[in-house]
């Protein structure tokens, strides 16, 4: 289990110790209840784990790590305001719970200190770390225009490389920087993130297209890939092609991976891509089985 990960383990501490450290006040409210409500905490562990690939030491890419964390929150919350979401994680999301204001305050608090943690490391990962950010956003906007205009395959392939894709990509990165990986093999780990977060979402979408996202609910959805597949063909072709799409990226992620020496930490890298992929999806009644090219 993940959860029983000493990197799993080391980013929730991180995480407790920020809320602990608060004053007392309705922020200190807001971020508890953002982080309360769960989460993988998939990003940072693959930032730390990319970085212990290369020797790195987790304790010294925590604060990254945190920073990562920080930002993905935030984009979550702005996220629901701008779908107006009602529920995130199985819980109401912060802008119901809290109203609008705190929702933006909190999200420009969480990615205040998301730049403070990053701006200890060098100039290369913080500007991975900005150009992330920038992208998650470009991405948002793309994705909020999707919904007013004709959306092709290719407009939403690049709209989950910007919004979601990127911060992964930026972690796997961000952690091989940090761990001292030659620049060869940064941009190889770069690959292999953003291969996982285009597998990820387009698996998040076809969870979303059977109606099986029990735990976030919002007005206003996105523009799911077998959505667009199957304005041209039958909804079964559209699920069959989104499948290819998980599967070519699946391979692609471990293909990356697997060049790699073998170690814990690489089977662990290993397992991520699973876990947040084919495990999502394998008790889903689908009309093509679902596996991964080992």
């Given at each position: 289990?993940?959860?029983?990960?000493?990197?799993?383990?080391?980013?929730?501490?991180?995480i407790?110790?920020?809320?602990?450290?608060?004053?007392?006040?309705?922020?200190?409210?807001?971020?508890?209840?953002?982080?309360?409500?769960?989460?993988?905490?998939?990003?940072?562990?693959?930032?730390?784990?990319?970085?212990?690939?290369?020797?790195?030491?987790?304790?010294?890419?925590?604060?990254?790590?945190?920073?990562?964390?920080?930002?993905?929150?935030?984009?979550?919350?702005?996220?629901?305001?701008?779908?107006?979401?009602?529920t995130?994680r199985?819980?109401?999301?912060?802008?119901?719970?809290?109203?609008q204001?705190?929702?933006?305050?909190?999200?420009?608090?969480?990615?205040?200190?998301?730049?403070?943690?990053?701006?200890?490391?060098?100039?290369?990962?913080?500007?991975?770390?900005?150009?992330?950010?920038m992208?998650?956003?470009?991405?948002?906007?793309?994705?909020?225009?999707?919904?007013?205009?004709?959306?092709?395959?290719?407009?939403?392939?690049?709209?989950?490389?910007?919004?979601?894709?990127?911060?992964?990509?930026?972690?796997?990165?961000?952690?091989?920087?940090?761990?001292?990986?030659?620049p060869?093999?940064?941009?190889?780990?770069?690959?292999?993130?953003?291969?996982?977060?285009?597998?990820?979402?387009?698996?998040?979408?076809?969870?979303?297209?059977?109606?099986?996202?029990?735990?976030?609910?919002?007005?206003?959805?996105?523009?799911?890939?077998?959505?667009?597949?199957?304005?041209?063909?039958?909804?079964?072709?559209?699920?069959?092609?989104?499948?290819?799409?998980?599967?070519?990226?699946?391979?692609?992620?471990?293909?990356?991976?697997?060049?790699?020496?073998?170690?814990?930490?690489?089977?662990?890298?290993?397992?991520?891509?699973?876990?947040?992929?084919?495990?999502?999806?394998?008790?889903?009644?689908?009309?093509?089985?679902?596996?991964?090219?080992?």
């Open positions: 289990m993940i959860t029983d990960w000493h990197e799993y383990r080391l980013i929730n501490g991180a407790g110790n920020l809320i602990d450290g608060l004053d007392e006040s309705d922020m200190k409210r807001v971020v508890r209840h953002v982080f309360d409500s769960g989460g993988k905490r998939i990003r940072p562990i693959v930032l730390i784990l990319c970085s212990e690939l290369f020797g790195g030491d987790a304790d010294e890419c925590v604060d990254a790590a945190l920073a990562i964390e920080l930002i993905h929150s935030a984009s979550l919350i702005h996220d629901d305001i701008l779908d107006m979401g009602i995130r199985g819980v109401p999301s912060v802008h119901k719970q809290f109203g204001a705190a929702a933006i305050l909190c999200g420009d608090f969480l990615i205040s200190k998301s730049i403070e943690l990053i701006s200890k490391y060098d100039r290369a990962v913080i500007q991975d770390f900005g150009r992330a950010g992208s998650m956003a470009e991405g948002e906007a793309a994705d909020i225009g999707s919904r007013e205009n004709s959306f092709s395959e290719e407009n939403y392939l690049g709209c989950i490389d910007k919004k979601t894709a990127s911060l992964f990509a930026a972690s796997a990165c961000m952690g091989s920087r940090i761990g001292g990986a030659p060869h093999s940064v941009s190889r780990c770069a690959e292999f993130g953003m291969h996982l977060g285009m597998a990820y979402q387009i698996v998040d979408d076809i969870l979303e297209y059977r109606e099986l996202q029990h735990e976030k609910k919002s007005v206003n959805t996105s523009t799911t890939l077998p959505q667009i597949l199957s304005a041209a063909s039958s909804a079964e072709d559209a699920l069959n092609r989104s499948i290819r799409e998980v599967q070519y990226h699946v391979d692609e992620s471990r293909k990356v991976i697997s060049s790699f020496g073998e170690s814990d930490v690489r089977d662990k890298l290993l397992k991520i891509v699973d876990y947040m992929t084919i495990d999502l999806i394998e008790d889903v009644e689908i009309p093509s089985r679902f596996e991964v090219a080992v």
